[in-house]
């Protein structure tokens, strides 16, 4: 029931921070918006570490639980935005796939895994963790990049209405792109090398085609992609925001894909 509450309140989040984009409101508002999408993440937190007490593992295994994990995942780099209130307004564009995750997650169900976890202890949360704050870095990423290029656009057709007055600057939609993506980066990085260090450690090699290193590696390449998109001269911002969009997408895509064929079986991470 705690998992569907969390779920109605990301929704509920994000049809009132829609509701702001068309009203045009900033004040009050947006306030109410944000405290919304806190309480979402704070309570959706709080399922999550029911989850781990009661069945005494971390919700990575499942279908369900993961996706959980991953909506959460979103959920926190929201929360880490809404204190700085122009750039909170950027939830408009992560909340909807916060939304979907969180209601595939329910639909599937979301349940402890029927296998003992090998990587356990204090590296196994030391993973995880980075690897959770480098998803956070390219969500980030991602819904600056989302307003950044509906921002450029609304400046190109010149039309300086509801939404060109709703969404932050691009100015302020590149620098949290760029921190997002920085952050991302270093994190994921850590995180590949704390788990490969214990796969070698206990199993001798370093398992490149496991799906789930698979997926690791391949976010680490995208973020190099993001970088890439900067180099060169002309429009380098305006690239940097469509590859990080292209870029999530890849990456969400990619470990849907994979946690569907892949039969619920083996880590999140």
Do not use: C
Request: charged share 10%; net charge positive; hydrophobic share 60%.
């Amino acid at each position: 029931m705690i998992h569907f509450s969390t779920f109605l309140l990301y929704l509920g989040a994000f049809v009132l921070w829609v509701f702001l984009l068309f009203k045009g409101s900033r004040g009050r508002g947006a306030l109410l918006a944000s405290a919304l999408t806190a309480a979402a993440v704070v309570l959706h937190g709080l399922a999550l570490a029911g989850f781990w007490l009661v069945h005494g593992e971390l919700p990575l295994v499942g279908p369900g639980a993961a996706l959980s994990s991953l909506a959460f995942v979103g959920g926190v780099a929201l929360a880490v935005m809404l204190p700085m209130r122009e750039v909170a307004r950027v939830a408009i564009a992560l909340l909807p796939i916060i939304v979907l995750v969180q209601g595939a997650a329910l639909a599937l169900g979301i349940e402890p895994a029927p296998m003992t976890l090998d990587f356990q202890g204090t590296g196994f949360v030391i993973h995880v963790g980075l690897a959770f704050l480098g998803l956070q870095g390219l969500a980030l990423a991602f819904a600056a990049g989302v307003l950044y290029l509906i921002q450029h656009h609304e400046l190109k057709e010149k039309r300086l209405g509801r939404i060109f007055f709703f969404i932050p600057p691009l100015a302020t939609l590149e620098r949290v792109g760029r921190v997002g993506v920085w952050v991302g980066f270093a994190s994921l990085s850590l995180a590949l090398v704390v788990g490969w260090a214990w796969t070698v450690q206990h199993r001798g090699s370093l398992e490149m085609s496991d799906p789930k290193v698979v997926w690791s590696v391949l976010s680490w390449f995208v973020f190099l992609g993001i970088f890439a998109a900067r180099l060169g001269k002309g429009r380098t911002e305006y690239r940097s925001a469509l590859a990080a969009v292209v870029g999530f997408a890849v990456v969400l895509g990619t470990y849907l894909a994979l946690r569907i064929t892949a039969g619920g079986s083996g880590l999140f991470l």
